[in-house]
């Protein structure tokens, strides 16, 4: 076989909601090229799907083919809308392939998109739920459809453990509906004990605990999905008050650089803000506080009902009395930002001291309906600037943005699809409380800790358990919340780490018969046996086996050493002859330090982009390792002739 080459390797990581892809290595190993949703759409022929949603419209006056050229002789037309989700067909769910037919034309809509080489190997990024035979059967699928030289598969673990370039972690990868919790050691995936789709952990939960907390404001779904994805959205570690509440008063400002970088009272830790420094006016009931429905309308604004928009017919009414609310909302923001100027406006809260802040919501539901209703392109244009509250702000991105899943592989979609090009999200400015600081109260933080807890635990290697502990790796889509890595971390500190220099947490395990010493010397504490203590006869240690086992875990060598029987050592005798039976060789069980693995800093384009997807990193690793180093010396992937002799079975021989 003749040796590959940067360029021919393909590399695809599927995944529930996005799928990950690029044909060939570049020289500085860079975030995948190409990103596109895992859903397809049924065709309409029976059996077949499609890329993207086609959309029938009404013909126009004078309306021309965007492909010919030349103007459509039917009354009917069809367009391709490569945004719009509805209709679509998502064939994993949770990490688990649930439509077999429509995941293989995903695989197939992607090859044929990047348009490999016939000399092309490919490199599959695994969820750790596909079981032996769903291996076989993508094995069978890849080399049967597209006639390709070579073929491995490579667990997402092991693929991050390639990224960060360490060989043994705790892998925690939360997705979009589950979290899979992995510990590797040595590049082995430790399968005992291995948590795989831990369910109502990922970034759905996060969006429906929101939707549940704001489900009274009138907020749907989407709403609270582009809510989580928004800066304003935070979680908060474990003990800190939420703004406006009783734990977190105002204080008086000593440090005023660090109020108006931080929104710390002072340089000193502890120092915080609450929200009414900012003259916010305090929820009801009593006094000085804001009750009634005139605060619930106010709460509501910016939620606006589709429906009403179908069913009123009279739109054109519609979109003039929305266009005066704009005006009157602008004028009172111009003429309360003079006031807000001389007022508390000095000192910059950050977001976690805020009691109520704003986003920007794209409106895509509205913006379906409205091309539904086969309105022109000037009408279009009018509803949608009528409509959006973003239109001209500076911190508006350009409509082209929102084409993602095609532009990096397809740079003719702006002119296939002028309509979609032009006409981008309907944005609204929409005001949320302390809710968006609650995404992860609903238990998610506590199911991952302790998903992380039994995972070690199940490590026969005790003494490597600790090594486990300080190599923690927290990635994936559903961990990109802010707030969530530290708020996960302090949760684990808070349920699991003991402090080895905490002696007074054994007290309770201290021999009842161990007196306390006198100035005489006469009730100095003598070696103890049996269960209190850590040695046997003749070892002379009356030491307490919890408090030893906690203070020397970290120090190995600082244990004591077993007794030799004749003075020799037997390595390969009972147990018994070469360590007692009650000594600690490390506390596995509680870890004393938790820490991550630091992040690589050798890939400037992954550091910009942040290592949530560092398994695609590491299989770009795997990929040039495998297919150029080794060039399957060590059987690190599949060929033709191997499939030829051992069929799609054999591939359990080969995978990583």
């Excluded at 032996?132 to 993508?138: G, I, P, T, V």
């Excluded at 002072?266 to 900012?278: E, F, V, W």
């Excluded at 504490?525 to 049996?530: A, E, F, H, I």
Aim: aromatic share 6%.
């Amino acid at each position: 076989m003749a040796p590959f080459k940067d360029e021919q390797i393909m590399i695809i990581a599927p995944g529930s909601q996005t799928t990950l892809a690029q044909l060939g290595l570049p020289e500085s190993f860079t975030p995948a090229r190409f990103r596109m949703r895992s859903r397809m759409f049924p065709a309409s022929k029976e059996g077949e799907w499609e890329p993207y949603k086609v959309r029938r419209k009404d013909k126009q006056p004078g309306e021309y083919d965007t492909t010919s050229g030349n103007e459509l002789e039917d009354d009917i037309a069809y367009e391709e809308d490569p945004v719009s989700e509805e209709g679509a067909v998502w064939p994993m769910a949770e990490g688990r392939i649930t439509n077999w037919p429509c995941f293989f034309a995903l695989l197939t809509h992607i090859y044929n998109a990047l348009n490999p080489t016939f000399h092309t190997p490919i490199l599959l990024v695994a969820q750790p739920c596909w079981t032996a035979r769903d291996h076989e059967r993508l094995t069978e699928f890849f080399f049967e459809k597209f006639k390709m030289p070579a073929f491995a598969l490579i667990d997402s673990a092991t693929a991050t453990c390639y990224a960060y370039g360490v060989p043994t972690a705790t892998v925690v990868d939360v997705g979009l509906g589950k979290a899979d919790i992995t510990a590797v050691l040595d590049f082995i995936v430790h399968d005992h004990g291995r948590i795989i789709a831990l369910p109502k952990c990922g970034g759905e939960a996060m969006t429906q605990r929101l939707l549940e907390l704001l489900n009274a404001k009138k907020f749907t779904r989407e709403m609270c999905e582009q809510l989580k994805k928004s800066s304003i959205c935070e979680i908060l570690p474990p003990g800190v008050p939420l703004p406006g509440t009783a734990g977190a008063e105002s204080e008086e400002v000593t440090n005023p650089a660090a109020a108006a970088s931080t929104g710390a009272s002072a340089s000193g830790p502890g120092h915080r803000i609450a929200g009414g420094a900012m003259g916010d006016v305090p929820l009801g009931p009593g006094p000085g506080t804001e009750v009634g429905d005139g605060k619930l309308d106010e709460d509501n604004e910016g939620v606006l009902d589709v429906a009403s928009i179908v069913t009123s017919g009279n739109m054109a009414e519609i979109l003039a009395k929305k266009e005066r609310e704009k005006a009157e909302k602008a004028a009172s923001r111009k003429k309360g930002a003079d006031a807000a100027a001389a007022q508390a406006k000095q000192i910059k809260l950050p977001n976690s001291r805020k009691e109520k802040a704003t986003f920007m919501y794209e409106d895509h539901a509205l913006l379906d309906t409205l091309k539904g209703m086969n309105l022109s392109d000037e009408k279009m244009a009018e509803a949608q600037a009528t409509l959006d509250e973003g239109a001209g702000k500076k911190a508006d991105a350009p409509a082209e943005s929102t084409v993602e899943p095609t532009s990096a592989i397809e740079p003719t979609t702006a002119t296939a699809f002028p309509v979609a090009a032009k006409t981008g999200p309907i944005r609204r400015e929409i005001e949320v409380g302390t809710e968006r600081f609650q995404a992860a109260s609903g238990g998610i933080l506590e199911k991952i800790a302790d998903g992380i807890h039994r995972t070690i635990s199940a490590v026969e290697n005790v003494n490597r358990r600790s090594e486990l502990w300080e190599s923690l790796i927290i990635l994936g889509n559903g961990s990109k919340t802010r707030g969530f890595k530290e708020a996960l971390m302090a949760t684990i500190q808070t349920k699991y780490v003991i402090s080895p220099s905490s002696a007074t947490m054994f007290t309770s395990e201290l021999p009842s018969n161990l007196s306390t010493p006198a100035g005489t010397g006469a009730n100095t504490p003598q070696p103890q046996l049996g269960p209190h203590g850590v040695g046997g006869p003749g070892t002379g240690t009356g030491v307490n086996p919890l408090l030893l086992a906690a203070t020397t875990a970290q120090n190995p060598h600082l244990q004591p050493q077993p007794p030799q029987s004749n003075g020799m050592s037997t390595p390969g005798g009972p147990p018994s002859l070469h360590q007692p039976p009650n000594m600690h060789s490390s506390h596995g069980q509680t870890p004393t330090t938790v820490r991550m693995v630091k992040v690589p800093e050798y890939f400037p384009e992954w550091k910009e982009a942040g290592y949530d997807e560092a398994a695609f990193l590491g299989a770009q690793t795997a990929a040039k390792v495998l297919f150029i180093v080794d060039q399957g010396v060590s059987k690190g992937f599949m060929t033709r002739s191997d499939y030829n002799d051992e069929g799609p079975r054999g591939i359990s021989d080969y995978s990583m």
